[in-house]
Each structure stands twice: as structure tokens, then as C-alpha cells.
């Protein structure tokens, strides 16, 4: 199916303000690595933690969403139809809402009234503006997500008793994530900040705020992450000539994801105090839950990469291997970022372990981990994306040469992303703490082991810069300048098309049922506790 010229545009305009996003928000990134290192020091009107949050909320909640919202209305346009004139204006309004809501952000951390961090922890305290601008965010997405969902209700309609398109169906599981994660973000930005910032109410309680948070931060995680998977279950084997291994494994991992990915966010206070360990055990066991479907992705993906090579003529154990298309920036890209989630996902392991936990929390280990989850395998995987997306919905193509400078991009990233994260996992265990710009501590024993780690984020950090600006270099390139043609859009076929997919998948009622009956037994009575034997709420603080 061709996607139309509109969907194109919208889908366009949205992909264009998450290439500007990560540009800027990685200049930033790359200044906090100076600083802590003591190469530079800031002038005196501007703020080390105005930075970091200038940096955490365009990276983690403005790029992100931005990139998978383009992504999504391509996917979805081109394996389930041209969207309705209704459902488009809906995604210009939630573009428009975005947009207005990242303006207004920008502005409050511009103007030093919002230094609060990408997760806003209370007792910190912003202007009301900062939290009208996140609210304007979600509710913009929500009307994207109304665009997705009722194309793909549209497309069953239209094709009664048919399978869905696996994409379609992709994007709709994770948007039926994220719409019930964001659930608990809303309640505490309604009910708890916006009336806490205009001194409607006094104080506070932080606990509910942090559990509140969590409920939403784990499940953002996988929301930046299941873009990814879309990519690598449906478009990295039609590019390595291969096929998508089982489409029930697939849709059923994504199902995975939506039971397991909410009742787990305990696993982010570990070390608060409130919550009784009983039920901080209980989320640890659903949060070894929710690695399943990662494993049951690596095993499809193994299984897929062997066969396609082994079609290829590859021979004995490994000689599969060296029949991928290596020089392909749009398979190498994806794959350096599977490669990255095998050690991010050991460390995610380890951080969801209760003991483990008390070692790294609030040090730059974890740092490390989200550097490699979502800026490692997540970023990588979406630079692979952008090579091909950009001049397929430009209808250009990818050039030889561009391909080239990709490859020199993405592996620049890789390697950047690996010195920072590394240096970060290190000195995180020697108790370098994170969220913070000055850790000398007087020249203290301790403290001045961490140095040399730190001048390694400074290096990492500045080829992720480096790396970045070629990325932008070469999206220019293919949306001006490349050669007017064809792009492929690489969507595979399943490996065993008779292979019958059970209509269970599809019966979203009944997994929405399941999730809420989990986030019941697994929220209730602890929040109960919270909302009756919490101390006095706080009045905020202003460090800045
Ligand atoms: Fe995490 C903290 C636990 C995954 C992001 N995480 C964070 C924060 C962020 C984040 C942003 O339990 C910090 C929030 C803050 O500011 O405080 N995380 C986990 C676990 C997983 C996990 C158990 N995290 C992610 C992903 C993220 C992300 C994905 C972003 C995209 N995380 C935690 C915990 C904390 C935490 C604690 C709190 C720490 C604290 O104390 O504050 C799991 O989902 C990981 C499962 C993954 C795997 C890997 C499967 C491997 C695959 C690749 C296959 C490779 C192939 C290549 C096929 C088990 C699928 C073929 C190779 C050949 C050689 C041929
Ligand atoms: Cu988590």
C-alpha cells in the first residue's frame, strides 16, 4: 500500500522536530559531561540541573515521542490503509498539542522555573506552567493515539475476519500500553502538582507522587522500546532477505508487555521508604515477568538471522553469521542495537534484584543502564529507521554514499555510547552518585577515584555529538538533496503464512482486563497505606 501524500506529511513533520530535539538535547548532554568534569565551568546564569533537565525532558519524553509517533503513522498508513480525513486532523491536533506543550517547557527550563528534572520528583517544585505543558504532551499524544487506533478499528471492519496487519497491530498493543500507563502521570499532575504549584494546597505527598510517577516511568520505557521491536520483528528480516520467524510469537510478546510492563513500578523505589517489602517483592516477581517477551524476542530474532543466512548458503555452526548484509546501515544499525541490549538487559536484571538494587540505585550505574537502553539499543535501532523512513515518505532514496556515512554514524554512536556507559556502570558502583554536578568532594580518597571515569563521559559524550551531527547531516541530505526514487518499506513476510494466528490475540478486552485486575492486586493496598500513613505532605522547595 502507497502511503499517501498526507499521512506522509504528518508522519514528516513529526519525525523533523525529533531530529532537531536530539541534536540540541545531545549538545546539552555533551555540556553536563564538561561540567562534571571539571573541563568547564558554566556562566553564572545558567544551572547545571537546568541543563540536565533541559536534556532528560527532550531526550526521554519530547524526541522519543515525536520519533514514534512519526513512525506509527507511517506503519500504520502503509500496512493499514490511508488515514480517514478525521483520524489525520486528529494527529495534526495532537502534533499541534505537542508542540505547544514542548514550546512551553522549553520556556519554563529556558527561563530556570522548571529545575526539576525529567521525572519532577517532588518535593521539588516548578511553576504550574512546566506541569500544564507535560499535561498538554500527554493529551496530545492521546489524540494520536485515537488516529492509530481507529484506523486499525477501521481496517477490521473493512476486512472482516482477518488477521490484522502486524504492524498495525503493534502500534495499537503499544498504545493501549502507554494510554493505560499514563493513567497514573495524569492523576498526579492533576490532582497532586498543578494544585501543590498554584498554592491551591499546602503540601504535598511525595510518596503518592513517586509511586504515581513509576506506575507511568516503567511502562515509558517499553513504549520507547516497542517501536524498536516493531522494527527489528517486522522490517529487519525483509532486509536481511529473511523472515519474520512467527507472527504469533510476536504479537504475543507484545501482549506480554501490556500485562507485565505496569505492575512493576516498585522496582524504581526500592530504597524509599513507605512501601512495605512484601509488595516491593511482589513487583520484582512481575518484573522478572516482563523480561519474557524480551527473551522470547532474542530467541525469534536468533532463530530468524540463522535461517536467513543459512538460505543464503551459509555453512557449520557460525557461517550463517557472515551472510548478513554487514555494510547495510539499515540492518547494521537495528543490529548494534540488539547487540547493546544484551549487556542493558543483564544490567536491567540486576537492578530489579532487591539486594543488587541497594548498590546501584542513585548512582550513575543507572545513568549507565537508561544511556544504554533507551540511548543505546532504542536510539540506534531508530537511526536505522530514520535511513530508510525518511527517503521512502520523501520519495527519494538512500544513497551508497549516505549508507556509508550512516555506518560511520551509527558505529561512532555505538562507540560513544559504549565509553560513556561503561565509565558510568564502573564508577556507579564505586559510588559515584548520579544527579548530581559537583562529586570532588574536597579532593576526598573516594570521590577522587571516580575522575578518570569521568573525563571517559566526557569523551563518550563528545563523539555522541559528533555522531549526531553527521545523523543530521545525512536526514538532510535524504529529504533534500538525494536522488528522486523508490525507498523501499521493508515490511517481511512470515516464515510459515498457513500457520493459523488465534483470534485471543486480538481480543483486546480481555487483556486490558487482565492488566487491570494486575495493577489492582499489585497497587491498592499499598497506595491505601501511602494515602493513610504517610507523614505530613511537603511545601516544596526551590534549590535553584
Ligand atoms: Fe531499566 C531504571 C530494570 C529495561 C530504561 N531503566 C531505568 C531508568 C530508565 C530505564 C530510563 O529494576 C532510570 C529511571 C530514572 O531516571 O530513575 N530495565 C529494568 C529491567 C529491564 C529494563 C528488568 N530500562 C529497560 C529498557 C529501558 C530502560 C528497555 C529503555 C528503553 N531499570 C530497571 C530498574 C531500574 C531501571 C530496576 C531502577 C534502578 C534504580 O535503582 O533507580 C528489562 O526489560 C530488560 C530485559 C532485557 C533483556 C535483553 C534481551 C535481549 C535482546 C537482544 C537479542 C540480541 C540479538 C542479537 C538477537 C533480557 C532482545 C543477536 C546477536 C548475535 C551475536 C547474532
Ligand atoms: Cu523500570
Redesign the pocket.
Known amino acids: 500500500m502507497k502511503i499517501s501524500q498526507l499521512d506522509a506529511r504528518l508522519s514528516l513533520v513529526h519525525f523533523y522536530v525529533a531530529f532537531g530535539s536530539i541534536l540540541f538535547a545531545g549538545l546539552l548532554g555533551l555540556v553536563q559531561t564538561l561540567v562534571r568534569s571539571e573541563l568547564i565551568t558554566l556562566p553564572s546564569w545558567l544551572n547545571y540541573y537546568q541543563i540536565l533537565t533541559g536534556h532528560?525532558v527532550i531526550m526521554?519524553l519530547v524526541f522519543t515521542t515525536y520519533f514514534i509517533f512519526g513512525f506509527f503513522y507511517a506503519s500504520v498508513a502503509k500496512s493499514a490503509g490511508e488515514f480517514t480525513n478525521k483520524q489525520r486532523k486528529a494527529g495534526w491536533v495532537g502534533f499541534w498539542l505537542l508542540t505547544i506543550g514542548l514550546i512551553l517547557a522549553a520556556v519554563m527550563i529556558a527561563l530556570n522555573e522548571a529545575t526539576v528534572l525529567?521525572?519532577f520528583y517532588a518535593p521539588l517544585q516548578a511553576s504550574p506552567f512546566f506541569y500544564i505543558a507535560l499535561a498538554l504532551i500527554i493529551i496530545g499524544t492521546y489524540f494520536g493515539a485515537y488516529a492509530v487506533i481507529s484506523r486499525y478499528r477501521l481496517w477490521k471492519k473493512e476486512h472482516p475476519g482477518e488477521k490484522t496487519p502486524l504492524l498495525a497491530y503493534m502500534a495499537v498493543a503499544t498504545l493501549v500500553l502507554w494510554l493505560i500507563a499514563t493513567i497514573g502521570v495524569v492523576a498526579a499532575v492533576l490532582f497532586q502538582f498543578l494544585p501543590w504549584a498554584f498554592g491551591w494546597t499546602d503540601t504535598i505527598n511525595v510518596a503518592l507522587t513517586r509511586t504515581l510517577f513509576w506506575y507511568f516511568?516503567?511502562p515509558?520505557?517499553?513504549f520507547?522500546?516497542l517501536p524498536a521491536y516493531m522494527a527489528?520483528y517486522v522490517m529487519v528480516p525483509k532486509i536481511i532477505g529473511g523472515k519474520i520467524f512467527s507472527d504469533q510469537l510476536a504479537r504475543f510478546s507484545f501482549v506480554l508487555f501490556i500485562l507485565f510492563s505496569i505492575p512493576?513500578g516498585f522496582?524504581?523505589q526500592?530504597?524509599e521508604s513507605g512501601i512495605s517489602e512484601g509488595w516491593k517483592f511482589f513487583q520484582?516477581i512481575l518484573?522478572?515477568a516482563?523480561?519474557l517477551p524480551?527473551?522470547m524476542?532474542?530467541f525469534a530474532?536468533?532463530s530468524t538471522?540463522e535461517i536467513a543466512g543459512r538460505q543464503k548458503g551459509g555453512k557449520g555452526l557460525f557461517g550463517w553469521?557472515k551472510k548478513l548484509p554487514w555494510g547495510d546501515v539499515r540492518f547494521l544499525a537495528p543490529?548494534l542495537g540488539?547487540?547493546i541490549?544484551?549487556p542493558?538487559?543483564?544490567?536491567?536484571?540486576i537492578?530489579?534484584?532487591h539486594q543488587l538494587?541497594q548498590i546501584?540505585?542513585?548512582t550513575v550505574w543507572?545513568t549507565g543502564?537508561?544511556h544504554i537502553?533507551?540511548g543505546g539499543?532504542?536510539a540506534v535501532t531508530f537511526f536505522g529507521i530514520s535511513y530508510w523512513i525518511i527517503p521512502h515518505l520523501k520519495g527519494r532514496i538512500l544513497t551508497k554514499k549516505m549508507n556509508k556515512i550512516g555506518i560511520y554514524q551509527t558505529v561512532l554512536w555505538a562507540v560513544g555510547m559504549g565509553i560513556m556507559s561503561s565509565a558510568m556502570h564502573i564508577s556507579g558502583l564505586l559510588g559515584n552518585p548520579r544527579r548530581t554536578q559537583m562529586t570532588s568532594y574536597n579532593g576526598h580518597e573516594v570521590a577522587s577515584s571516580w575522575g578518570a571515569y569521568e573525563m571517559a563521559h566526557a569523551v563518550g559524550g563528545s563523539l555522541l555529538v559528533i555522531s549526531l551531527v553527521l545523523f543530521v547531516i545525512v536526514l538532510i541530505n535524504l529529504a533534500y538533496f538525494a536522488p528522486k526514487g523508490n525507498e523501499e518499506f521493508p515490511i517481511a513476510e512470515e516464515l510459515n503464512p498457513t500457520q493459523q494466528t488465534p483470534n485471543w490475540l486480538e481480543n483486546w478486552k480481555l487483556w486490558i482486563g487482565i492488566v487491570f485486575a494486575l495493577i489492582f492486586i499489585a497497587y491498592t493496598l499499598p497506595i491505601i497505606d501511602i494515602i493513610n500513613n504517610s507523614p505530613p505532605g511537603s511545601s516544596g522547595f526551590k534549590y535553584w
Open positions: 532528560g526521554a525529567y521525572t516511568g516503567h515509558l520505557v517499553y520507547w522500546l527489528w512493576v522496582h524504581h526500592l530504597l520484582v518484573t522478572f516482563v523480561i524480551s527473551l524476542t532474542a530474532l536468533f538471522f553469521f543490529f540488539m547487540l541490549f544484551i542493558a538487559g543483564a544490567g536491567g536484571i537492578n530489579a534484584s538494587n546501584v540505585h542513585n543507572v543502564h537508561f537502553t533507551v539499543t532504542v
